[in-house]
């Protein structure tokens, strides 16, 4: 029998000039959105998700699309935006890019949705029906009560990483994150018996939480992380978790006690810097406020109740020289942080950084919307202040090879085993630092070649 039901076909592009996280089985995190979006749709639809983290984009039928996209994923989303619509398809699209840029994106798709999508979707959905679509929905922040389940059935079972989201929003305003821009800057929780519901959907044994910071900044927050965590335990959730916190994570040790037992193995803290002249240009003011001699603080806590430290670091700020960029790799090297997560300071829409170096003209590649797949954390997009381009992406090229080199990765395993006093949770760190690896060696051993093909 035929199944005569409308079909919406939900997309998630992948870069197709860099591999990035897809680089690795272990980063590839669910397109969660979509599954929420999903579980929105009325029952009398046909719902399909087209996964580009597993397989690049085939033709599905479908009545009605819908894309997200990052920015370092928009150029691919409007090629297959384009590939509908040259059918016939109406498309629809959202995400973080398109609400920062959504009269870009309106060349390319007939609807877009700027902001969360949660308040809106419903409605888009009878509009369609009623054929009367609108060509831009703006969502708005609604409290996480009552939020959607996501439709678990339609990701793809490579996955192996759950995830989950139990708050949005962040009341920083670092300079070079659009998280605030997009989810607002008041901090909003999900009812914890919400979320707990929702864990025991979840069939992976590791979970990736995908809470900007999971601890928050205030004491309520960190008394709600110490709930959160203690309930699992009561609950018997049986889960290896990671997720993401500021530097303030340690100031109560009840909450890395209670993440500890809850099963968190790695949490990304965003170091960003060790030098305050680039946490000025970043507007980190936590870090600031708790002072670069104190990292090291913060790692032994963390430590000593079992959990590893991924420590983002950026390349690329204003300050930096090749002496500075030296000098960070020499932090690094003599940090007990377990796994380092390297990028280049990316400017990103919807950003003040984005907006001071499109006005300063330092753009380097701006021919969008085709020049946003360089945007992805993996390039310098943008002419540095103390040295040219080719200068800097040699300096990298020496920073990373520091980094990565294999006999430090192991060096910094047994470290780690000795911090931790666990084989198991150094070796998670041991192998996501040959993640980072790989990600930066990846497409023809681009770190070797960045500065011969720019």
């Given at each position: 029998?035929?199944?005569?039901?409308?079909?919406?076909?939900?997309?998630?592009?992948?870069?197709?000039?860099?591999?990035?996280?897809?680089?690795?089985?272990?980063?590839?995190?669910?397109?969660?959105?979509?599954?929420?979006i999903?579980?929105?749709?009325?029952?009398?639809?046909?719902v399909?998700?087209?996964?580009?983290?597993?397989?690049?984009?085939?033709?599905?039928?479908?009545?009605?699309?819908?894309i997200?996209?990052?920015?370092?994923t928009?150029?691919?989303?409007y090629?297959?935006?384009?590939?509908?619509?040259?059918?016939?398809?109406?498309?629809?699209?959202?995400?973080?890019?398109?609400?920062?840029?959504?009269?870009?994106?309106?060349?390319?798709?007939?609807?877009?949705?700027?902001g969360?999508?949660?308040?809106?979707?419903?409605?888009?959905?009878?509009?369609?029906?009623?054929?009367?679509?609108?060509?831009?929905?703006?969502?708005?922040?609604?409290?996480?009560?009552?939020?959607?389940?996501?439709?678990?059935?339609?990701?793809?079972?490579?996955?192996?990483?759950?995830s989950?989201?139990?708050?949005?929003?962040?009341?920083?305003?670092c300079?070079?994150?659009?998280?605030s821009?997009?989810?607002?800057?008041?901090?909003?929780?999900?009812?914890?018996?919400?979320?707990?519901?929702?864990?025991?959907?979840?069939?992976?044994?590791?979970?990736?939480?995908?809470?900007?910071?999971?601890?928050g900044?205030?004491?309520?927050?960190?008394?709600?992380a110490?709930?959160?965590?203690?309930?699992?335990?009561?609950?018997?959730i049986?889960?290896?978790?990671?997720?993401?916190?500021s530097?303030?994570?340690?100031?109560?040790?009840?909450?890395?006690?209670?993440?500890?037992?809850?099963?968190?193995?790695?949490?990304?803290?965003?170091?960003?810097?060790?030098?305050?002249?680039?946490?000025?240009?970043?507007?980190?003011?936590?870090?600031?406020?708790?002072?670069?001699?104190a990292?090291?603080?913060?790692?032994?806590?963390?430590?000593?109740?079992?959990?590893?430290?991924?420590?983002?670091?950026?390349?690329?700020?204003?300050?930096?020289?090749?002496?500075?960029?030296?000098?960070?790799?020499?932090?690094?090297?003599?940090?007990?942080?377990?796994?380092?997560?390297?990028?280049?300071?990316?400017?990103?829409?919807?950003?003040?950084?984005?907006?001071?170096?499109?006005?300063?003209?330092?753009?380097?590649?701006?021919?969008?919307?085709?020049?946003?797949?360089?945007?992805?954390?993996?390039?310098?997009?943008?002419?540095?202040?103390?040295?040219?381009?080719?200068?800097?992406?040699?300096?990298?090229?020496?920073?990373l090879?520091?980094?990565?080199?294999?006999?430090?990765?192991?060096?910094?395993?047994?470290?780690?085993?000795?911090?931790l006093?666990s084989?198991?949770?150094?070796?998670?760190?041991?192998?996501?630092?040959?993640?980072?690896?790989?990600?930066?060696?990846?497409?023809?051993?681009?770190?070797?070649?960045?500065?011969?093909?720019?």
């Amino acid at each position: 029998m035929n199944d005569t039901r409308p079909t919406l076909v939900l997309v998630y592009p992948a870069n197709q000039l860099r591999k990035g996280f897809l680089a690795n089985r272990d980063t590839k995190y669910q397109p969660l959105s979509l599954g929420i979006i999903a579980a929105l749709t009325p029952s009398h639809w046909k719902v399909k998700i087209i996964d580009e983290n597993f397989r690049t984009f085939r033709f599905y039928p479908a009545d009605l699309v819908g894309i997200t996209a990052f920015s370092s994923t928009a150029t691919r989303a409007y090629e297959i935006a384009q590939f509908y619509r040259e059918k016939g398809t109406p498309v629809v699209m959202g995400g973080i890019h398109v609400s920062m840029m959504p009269e870009e994106a309106l060349k390319f798709v007939d609807t877009v949705v700027i902001g969360e999508a949660e308040s809106v979707w419903p409605k888009l959905i009878n509009d369609f029906e009623r054929r009367s679509l609108q060509r831009v929905y703006r969502g708005e922040w609604m409290p996480l009560q009552g939020h959607p389940l996501p439709r678990r059935d339609l990701f793809h079972p490579g996955y192996v990483f759950g995830s989950i989201q139990t708050s949005r929003g962040c009341p920083f305003d670092c300079s070079f994150c659009s998280v605030s821009a997009f989810n607002g800057r008041h901090y909003r929780m999900r009812p914890i018996d919400e979320v707990l519901e929702e864990l025991k959907t979840i069939p992976q044994r590791n979970i990736f939480f995908l809470d900007d910071n999971i601890v928050g900044i205030s004491k309520a927050h960190q008394e709600r992380a110490i709930e959160l965590f203690r309930k699992m335990v009561e609950k018997g959730i049986r889960k290896n978790w990671i997720s993401q916190a500021s530097l303030n994570l340690a100031e109560n040790p009840e909450v890395l006690k209670w993440a500890a037992q809850s099963g968190c193995k790695m949490i990304f803290v965003g170091v960003e810097t060790e030098q305050p002249e680039g946490l000025q240009e970043s507007n980190k003011k936590i870090n600031l406020r708790i002072g670069v001699d104190a990292y090291e603080k913060v790692f032994k806590k963390v430590h000593r109740n079992g959990i590893s430290v991924i420590a983002g670091f950026m390349f690329g700020w204003d300050s930096d020289t090749r002496e500075r960029m030296g000098k960070r790799v020499e932090y690094i090297r003599q940090s007990s942080a377990d796994s380092i997560q390297t990028t280049f300071v990316t400017p990103l829409p919807g950003t003040r950084l984005f907006d001071k170096l499109k006005q300063e003209g330092r753009f380097i590649y701006d021919r969008f919307p085709d020049d946003w797949q360089r945007f992805d954390y993996g390039d310098m997009v943008f002419k540095p202040a103390q040295m040219t381009r080719e200068d800097f992406l040699e300096a990298m090229n020496e920073a990373l090879h520091r980094i990565y080199e294999p006999p430090f990765l192991r060096r910094k395993f047994f470290r780690s085993w000795w911090n931790l006093k666990s084989f198991s949770t150094a070796y998670w760190s041991y192998m996501s630092n040959w993640n980072y690896r790989n990600m930066h060696i990846q497409d023809g051993r681009r770190v070797k070649n960045w500065f011969l093909d720019s």
